[in-house]
């Protein structure tokens, strides 16, 4: 048997036995069916509104009108990351692709605060310099719009665990918000000719949906950049550690998530006796399972007077 043979595949190096930690590194059961239905009908409807809401004149129409564009971006950019992040690990991404769905609604959020400034920009141009709109136009394509909005969030709403689908959610709902200001502002036009309304709804419209898309982007942001899971507390997790029976001391302690809700946990535990470990590694593993739903565990024992010995 040559050398070869015996080195291990990638395959093999990421497998996990018995005693490891349960998750597989990837999303391995996530229709894609939601999103790519919702992905169809927002573009369509983006097509339509943007070409009546310049025929309107209507800012509220076209800012919706762009916010479905961004929808659409946005729902391929989650159904591109649901596909990716069901990759399997590979010999050069170790850690499997899972972070590719929080790397997309951070790219989802980032478009919608550069939409909601442009937005806000024009507003103020508007309301100084009043601008005629065709009311009837804007409060009949919104009406449709209100529909088409309702239907998709539907159709997201079934995946409501992933944070990508809740990001693009995000960018659903604030466009309901704006198909549901744009028949308020078409109306109001066409019944009393007050056009001031088109763009103060339309800043009322992206307060709602800074305020949205800001909490997203700080939780995709806290775990890009491998943040403690809010559900953990970090300094217990160190006291419970420290207080197990055996254990002298706690360094080198660092908790993230693999991939969302799966948190894991590397670092050094200084312990009196080294023959005690395989009893101190089980008590610590049932430990943080029970008490802080930790599964994925790698931890390193040292003893004061003896060289470091890698687990």
């Known amino acids: 048997m040559t050398a070869e043979s015996n080195a291990p595949s990638s395959a093999h190096l ?7 930690a349960k998750h597989a590194h990837f999303v391995e059961a996530r229709s894609q069916k939601a999103l790519a239905g919702a992905l169809v009908l927002t573009l369509l409807f983006a097509v339509v509104e943007v070409v009546t809401g310049f025929i309107a004149n209507s800012l509220a129409l076209i800012s ?3 916010h479905m564009v961004t929808d659409a971006a946005a729902l391929g950019l989650a159904l591109l990351a649901q596909l990716i992040a069901k990759r399997p690990p590979s010999a050069r991404h170790s850690f499997g692709f899972g972070r590719a769905e929080a790397l997309a609604a951070f790219v989802n959020c980032l478009a919608m605060l550069a939409l909601v400034c442009w937005i ?26 209100i529909v088409i909005n309702l239907l998709v969030a539907w159709m997201l709403s079934r995946d409501h665990q992933n ?3 809740r990001a693009a959610m995000v960018n659903v709902m604030g466009d309901l918000l704006g198909s549901i200001a744009a028949v308020v502002a078409g109306a109001v036009i066409h019944f009393t000719g007050w056009v001031r309304i088109d763009p103060l709804l339309s800043v009322f419209v992206s307060l709602l949906i800074l305020k949205s898309t800001i909490g997203v982007l700080r939780e995709s942001y806290h775990f890009l950049m491998k943040g403690v899971p809010d559900q953990i507390d970090y300094v217990q997790v160190g006291a419970d550690l420290a207080a197990l029976d055996g254990v002298r001391s706690v360094h080198d302690l660092h908790i993230w998530e693999m991939s969302p809700g799966e948190p894991a946990l590397i670092g050094h535990l200084e312990i009196a006796d080294l023959e005690r470990w395989p009893q101190v590694l089980r008590a610590v593993q049932d430990m943080l399972l029970a008490k802080h739903g930790i599964d994925h565990v790698t931890l390193q024992p040292e003893t004061p007077d003896a060289r470091p010995h890698a687990m």
């Not at 990421?14 to 490891?20: L, P």
């Not at 920009?121 to 449709?144: S, Y």
């Open 120 to 145: 806000v920009f024009e507003a103020v141009h508007r309301f100084a310099d009043p601008q005629p709109v065709q009311g009837a136009i804007v409060l009949g394509v919104a009406t449709v719009g």
């Open 14 to 20: 990421h497998a996990h036995r018995a005693g490891d």
């Open 163 to 165: 944070m990508n689908t």
């Open 64 to 66: 919706d009108a762009g």
